[in-house]
C-alpha cells in the first residue's frame, strides 16, 4: 500500500503488507520492483530516523479496517505534544503499520448486529468459501466443511452435535494439524484436546450465562469452527512475526545502528510483536534488543513468558525473550475488566472453559487458561501491578521492567462480541506508550 497520510497532520506511516505465509506483498506501488520492504529500507539508510515504532493489528480483515485503525493510534502518540517534546535530541521517527490477513471473530456470518439462533446468516456457499479461506485448509477439506455446515442449516440450535458434524469436526482438525500442548506450548498449541462434542457443550453452556451479543457466537453447530479459526489466526500471527516480520526488523536494525525501536501489538497483534523478538521457534534473537513494547489488550496466554506455567516446572513458550533479554526498556501490558474478547472468547476458544477466574486473581487462583489482556504477564520476577494514569501522570518506568496495567477506567467503551476489546486509541493508552519509549 502506498504510505498513508495521518489525518490533521504532516505525518506518514507506511503500511506494509504480508500474505498468510508470512511473505511481503509484491504489489505495492510505492515499492521498489513492488516492494515496499526495500523501499523502507531505502528511506532508512538515507534518513537515519532517530526511533522506529511499528504496530501491528489484531484480527481486523481487510486494509481499510487496519488503516483505520493506525490513523488513529498514531494520531494518538502525535496529539501528546509534552510526551514528544520530551524526546532528547531530534525526533526523527518513521511510523510502520503491518497489515496481516486476519478476520473479525464470528460477527460477518451474521445479518447485522443480532447474535439470536434465528437471525439471517450467510449463505451455505459464502460460509464454506469464507471458512475455507480462513482455515487455510485444502481442497480437499472441502467436503469436511459440507458436512459440517449442511448439519447447520438442518438444526443451527441443535441441542446436540449430530454424529456426522462430529466426525468432520476431528478429521478437520486432523488436517489443520491441531495441537494440544498446553499453556507451555506455542501461542497456536497452548489449549487443551479438541473434542468436537465437548466443545459443543461448553459453547452451549457458556452461551446460558454470556450476553446477548456473544451467546450466539458461543453456541451452535458451529461454534467449534470459530474455535478452529481462532486457533488459525493465533498460528498465521505467530508465523508471520516470526518469519517475515522478524527479518524485516532485523534488516531495520542493520540500517539504522542508532535509532530506537518500539513495538506496539494489539489482540492477536502481540503475538506478532512477540514472534518478531524471539525468531524462528523463539530461538533466532534480533540482532540487538528493542526500546521498548507495548502488548495491548493481548490474546496470549498469560503464562506464555514466565518461568513456569500454572505452577509446574514448565516455562512460556516467549520465556527465552525474557532472559535473553530482548527488550532494553519496560514491557508494559494493558488489562481491562471490560474487554471480552480476551475474558471471555479467549478461554472459551482454547476449548477450555467460558469463565477463567477473577480479574484480580491471586497468583495460587489463576486459571490454566487466560489471556494477558485480562491478568497481565504472570510467574516472573520483575514484574509490577500498575493502574493506568491519565495522560498527565507520571509513570517512572524502569528499564527491563514488565509492568501489568490496570487500564479498565480508560479501556471500556465497546459492544458485540468482543466488548472494549478494540477502545484503545485514547490519550491515556498512547501517553503509557509514551512514558514506555522515552526510559
Known sequence: MPYQQIPGTSEQYALLCYDKRG?????????????????????????????????????????????????????????????????????????????????????????????????????????????????????????????????????????????????????????????????????????????????????????????FETGGILAGVLSPLRQLSYWTMKQRARAIGESGMHDFIATLMKAAPQARFHLMGHSFGTIVVSGILGGRDGKDPLPRKVDSVALVQGAVSLWAFGDQVHGKSLKGYFNPVIHRPSVRGPVIVTRSIYDRAVGILYPWASAASFNDGAFDADEEDLPLYGAIGKFGIRALPNVEFRDMLDQNGLYKFKPGWIYNIQSSQYIRHGGGVSGAHSDIAGPEVAHAMWQAALV
Not at 94 to 119: K, Y
Not at 132 to 159: C, E, F, H
Not at 172 to 200: T, V
Open 23 to 211: 511473505r511481503e506483498r509484491s504489489d505495492d506501488p510505492d515499492g521498489v520492483g513492488g516492494s515496499l520492504f526495500k523501499a523502507i529500507i531505502s528511506q532508512v539508510e538515507k534518513l537515519q530516523p532517530s526511533h522506529v515504532f511499528l504496530f501491528s493489528h489484531g484480527w481486523k480483515g481487510d486494509i481499510d479496517a487496519a488503516r483505520d485503525q493506525y490513523d488513529r493510534w498514531v494520531k494518538a502518540l502525535l496529539d501528546l505534544k509534552a510526551d514528544q517534546s520530551a524526546v532528547p535530541g531530534t525526533f526523527k521517527p518513521i511510523w510502520i503499520g503491518l497489515h496481516w490477513p486476519s478476520l473479525p471473530f464470528g460477527d460477518e456470518e451474521f445479518g447485522g448486529a443480532d447474535f439470536s439462533a434465528d437471525t439471517a446468516p450467510l449463505s451455505p456457499q459464502r460460509l464454506k468459501a469464507t471458512y475455507m479461506d480462513r482455515l487455510d485448509v485444502g481442497d480437499d477439506a472441502a467436503p469436511l466443511l459440507d458436512t459440517i455446515i449442511l448439519s447447520y442449516q438442518k438444526n443451527a440450535a441443535a441441542t446436540e452435535l449430530p454424529a456426522q458434524a462430529v466426525d468432520a469436526y476431528r478429521k478437520l482438525a486432523e488436517k489443520m494439524r491441531y495441537q494440544e500442548d498446553g499453556p507451555s506450548g506455542h501461542p497456536d498449541a497452548a489449549r487443551c484436546a479438541f473434542d468436537p462434542q465437548q466443545a459443543f457443550q461448553r459453547g452451549t453452556e457458556a452461551s446460558a450465562g454470556a450476553s
